[in-house]
């Protein structure tokens, strides 16, 4: 075959799971054959949504990022505050709409670059997760910068939890670490997220969303 079959075909940047690949079987004598995309390993991270910002906005959602086409899902990102001393917190989201209610049980631990002390935050039946530490509003420190594992939040029929590993700059200008967990106390299919400041805005924000593959 000619390689101006491939290199003439005018290209397409968007695949699909039916789109097919002419490969060369080396198990049987090298004969031509298509290969789906949907038959392709895709690894175990799958971007499903991202969102990006450099100018103040009030607080980051997200819906319909929770599905059944994963269980397990890993999000990443950093945001500063704008008000030096405002703590961040998090809600579920369901249908468009913030999940309140006094379900969200959380135990937090941090450690700061000024003391060897460890400090304990730990809240039950309240109405969001609570970082329970102010942080600087300083963009060039970066307030807040976190990976959060969410277990299962769209089964509807048990509890879903949350793993939080950060590393954050609080108001007085010493970096430390805060690492914990999340359960909500009742069984709700969420299909998103709200992270939003105690107090005014963020400076700007950063955040993707991946699924987790199974295999």
Same mark, same amino acid.
């Given at each position: 075959l000619p390689t101006s079959i491939i290199t003439g075909a005018s290209e397409k940047t968007t695949l699909v799971d039916?789109?097919?690949?002419?490969?060369?079987d080396s198990a049987d004598s090298n004969a031509f054959k298509h290969v789906q995309k949907s038959n392709l390993?895709?690894?175990?991270?799958?971007?499903?949504?991202?969102?990006?910002?450099?100018?103040?906005?009030?607080?980051?959602?997200?819906?319909?990022?929770? !599905? %059944?086409?994963?269980?397990?899902?890993?999000?990443? $990102?950093?945001?500063?505050?704008? *008000?030096?001393?405002?703590?961040?917190?998090?809600?579920?989201?369901?249908g468009g709409?913030?999940?309140?209610?006094?379900y969200y049980n959380q135990y937090l631990t941090r450690y700061k670059t000024d003391t060897d002390d460890r400090y304990k935050h730990?809240? !039950? %039946?309240?109405?969001?997760?609570?970082?329970?530490? $102010?942080?600087?509003?300083?963009? *060039?420190?970066v307030s807040f910068s976190f990976k959060m594992i969410f277990f299962n939040p769209n089964?509807?029929?048990?509890?879903?939890k949350m793993y939080l590993t950060s590393v954050f700059v609080d108001n007085d200008g010493f970096s430390g670490q805060l690492n914990g967990m999340l359960t909500f106390s009742a069984a709700s299919a969420h299909d998103g997220f709200k992270i939003f400041p105690s107090a005014n805005n963020f400076y700007n924000a950063r955040i993707r969303i991946y699924g987790l593959s199974d295999s």
């Open positions: 039916a789109d097919k690949f002419l490969i060369a390993p895709s690894g175990s991270l799958n971007l499903i949504n991202s969102y990006s910002s450099s100018s103040q906005i009030a607080n980051v959602s997200f819906d319909n990022v929770f !599905s %059944s086409t994963y269980r397990n899902y890993m999000v990443l $990102g950093d945001m500063t505050t704008e *008000t030096s001393g405002a703590t961040i917190e998090m809600r579920y989201r369901n709409s913030d999940e309140g209610g006094n730990r809240t !039950s %039946s309240v109405n969001s997760f609570r970082s329970g530490t $102010g942080f600087n509003n300083n963009t *060039t420190n089964n509807g029929s048990t509890w879903s």
